[in-house]
C-alpha cells in the first residue's frame, strides 16, 4: 500500500508560482510513475503532468499541452516525493491538484487517471485575476 501526502497549494496572483510536493510513504518501486491531475468545478479531472522511471532508463516527464513551458515535474528519489514547481500561473489553472502513483513505468504520453493505483487528498490552488 502507498500513501500520497499533497502541500504546496493556496491563493496567488495571476503571473506567481507556486510549488506542489507529494510526498509517498509505504511500499517503494524500482520502476513507476507519479503524476499530477487537476480538477476545477463543474470540469473532469485532467491530466497535468507525470515523472516515469524504470532501472534501465532515466527519468521521462510528461506535460499535457496547457502547461508546458510553465510548469516543471521532478522527483527527489531520496525523499521519495515529486515536486510540480508552477511558474506564470492563470486563473485558469485554478483547481484541486491530486498526485497519483503507479507502480509501472507510463511511456509515450503518459498514462490517464484510471491507470493509476494510488492518490492524494488533492490540494487546492486558486490564481486570482
Known amino acids: 500500500q502507498v500513501q500520497l501526502v499533497e502541500s504546496g497549494g493556496g491563493l496567488v496572483q495571476a503571473g506567481g508560482s507556486l510549488r506542489l510536493s507529494c510526498a509517498a510513504s509505504?511500499?517503494?518501486?524500482?520502476?513507476?510513475?507519479m503524476g499530477w491531475f487537476r480538477q476545477a468545478p463543474g470540469k473532469e479531472r485532467e491530466f497535468v503532468a507525470s515523472?516515469?522511471?524504470?532501472?534501465?532508463?532515466?527519468?521521462?516527464?510528461t506535460y499535457a499541452d496547457s502547461v508546458k513551458g510553465r510548469f516543471t515535474i521532478s522527483r527527489d528519489n531520496a525523499k521519495n516525493t515529486v515536486y510540480l514547481q508552477m511558474d506564470s500561473l492563470k486563473p485558469d489553472d485554478t483547481a484541486v491538484y491530486y498526485c497519483?502513483?503507479?507502480?509501472?513505468?507510463?511511456?509515450?504520453?503518459?498514462?490517464?487517471?484510471?491507470?493509476?493505483?494510488?492518490w492524494g487528498q488533492g490540494t487546492q490552488v486558486t490564481v486570482s485575476s
Open positions: 497519483a502513483s503507479r507502480p509501472r513505468y507510463c511511456s509515450g504520453d503518459g498514462c490517464s487517471a484510471a491507470l493509476y493505483d494510488y
Open positions: 509505504g511500499r517503494t518501486f524500482s520502476s513507476g510513475a
Open positions: 515523472f516515469s522511471w524504470n532501472s534501465w532508463r532515466s527519468g521521462l516527464t
